[in-house]
């Protein structure tokens, strides 16, 4: 055999066929058994572990585990009665002729590499590389280059064209703050990191590219969350010319339907999938990313209760969800009371006794008539529960998260289940929750419902966006438009949002002067990667799905940034720290 090698077997490769001959072997030295003269070892690399064994063992004490070493060796049978049936390669064993450690590793290891996830995640963070050796961590990263793959494959089947566009770009108000690089070049000049390639594949669109899509960068300074990463993320990013909403519904329904029936594990959504309205999801669910596997609904109940003489359900928006033979002890309904005060709200409910009478405190404020008319209405039977909240401004959100407390404390949800829905007919505009001003709801390069006539004539916040958003189990999963592709509907509006032509003109420049040269309707979407991951593998954290993620703080003590930097390099970019 040629010395001048590593190995020429994988592993996780070594089997049956391989009885009898001589192999190299390369990879990190999982576990070590000592039994005096007889030395048992476990070798790991990416496809697997197999088993070693000597003789000699007193040649071999020096070696710790997590070095990484090639061996030489002859692959064995094993005995019946010594079979590992817990590893792919349990039927054999490689004696070894030869050793040599190739990288030492000091005793010390800030965690037992197989139960890494036991860690603190900044431990593990710190010592990312050592927790990626766990073969369950590592998993994650190896599937997510299975499923881009399989994203990339499904979208040029379509016929789109990948396209990469550029991380370095102007700063735009787009949401999000943006992360902004200063210019050398250029003194008192910043460039950005894209928050989305919105703008850049829009003008793709006006080049005259059919469809195009890429694997894309995201930068945004956001705070970080359990399901959303800090600073950077990557999503699905395509768009088509001459298209309408229906167009990306169908593509958008054909990527995650392919990917999660051939990745997933569980029953998902057959096509088309469900489509909700805006106003419809928040009233029947209290949020635009509904978990539709629990199937409790909201009911609208001000028409009805407003009637009572009950104080509080004066002039404000009443709701309740109906649920079925509750076996709850008292406590249990004072921890929901808790809940609903924790979260801004006060709780009340009604019980249905078995004559249908009501057992509630507020029964005593009720005519005969709201009786029926919430029986009728909710269709209440013996043993239901009615949940109830009222409140002006937040009725809905605090109704939406009741429905998932109460959806999760009596295991209402179907975890065998991806229930895919569309959310559309978003609001164009909303109020500024500082001043009550006009401010774009969502993406406000979306074509506004009505067009021009509906930003001149209408009530700015009864102005619909074509619009949508596709959620699953509750994440919303991704987000697109029909584009706005008139100079004249991007003036008016940004001019409701109060936004002058000027402002127009100065952020937005290259749409700004390509919609004056023939745009094309266009629509796309952009499905969230990462996201898409975390559902697929059941994962409860997004940044186990990454390979060096930043903390939860933002920061990574892996690399040690955020950090200072040289003041040469402050002096040739023109910048002065404050104190």
Known sequence: ???????????????????????????????????????FMTLRDETGIVQLISEEAEKYLNINRESTITVTGIVNKRTDDMINKNMATGEIEVKIISLEVL??????????????????????????????????????????????????????NMEFTEIQTPIITATSPEGARDFIVPSRKFKGKFYALPQAPQIFKQLLMVSGFNKYFQIAPCFRDEDPRS?????????????????????????????????????????VSPKPFRRIPYDEAMLKYGSDKPDLRNPLEIVDLTEILSKSDFEPFKNTTIRGIKVNNIDKSNSWYKSMEEYVKSIGGILGYIKVNEDLSFKSTLDKFMSDDIRNELKEKLSLSSGNVVFIIADKEKCAKLMGQLRIKLGNELDLIDKNKYEFCIINDFPFFEKDEED???????????????GLEALNSDDPFSIKAYQYDFVCNGFEMASGGVRNHSREILKKAFELAGYDEEVVKSKFPSLYEAFRFGAPPHAGMAPGIDRILMLLK?????????????????????????????EKQLRETHIKIRD
């Open 1 to 39: 055999m040629n010395e001048n090698i590593y190995r020429n077997v994988y592993c996780g490769k070594v089997n049956k066929d391989y009885i009898g001959k001589e192999i190299r072997l390369a990879g990190w030295v999982n576990s070590i058994r000592n039994l005096g003269g007889l030395l």
């Open 103 to 156: 990288g030492e590793c000091e005793n010390v290891l800030p965690f037992e590499i197989a139960r890494s996830k036991e860690s603190t995640e900044d431990t593990r963070l710190k010592y990312r590389y050592l927790d990626l050796r766990n073969p369950e961590v590592h998993e994650n990263i190896l599937f997510r280059s299975k499923v881009i793959d399989f994203i990339r494959m499904t979208m040029k």
């Open 227 to 267: 399901d959303r990463l800090y600073g950077e993320f990557y999503q699905l990013d395509f768009e088509m010319s001459f298209a309408t909403a229906e167009d990306v519904y169908a593509v958008g329904e054909k990527v995650f339907y392919d990917i999660f029936t051939t990745f997933g594990n569980k029953e």
């Open 538 to 566: 059941d994962e409860e954290n997004i940044r186990e799905m990454v390979a060096f993620p930043l903390g939860a703080n933002g920061a990574d003590t892996m690399m040690g940034c955020p950090g200072e930097v040289f």
């Open 436 to 450: 009550g001003s006009v401010a774009f709801a969502h993406n406000p390069f979306s074509m506004p419902q009505g």
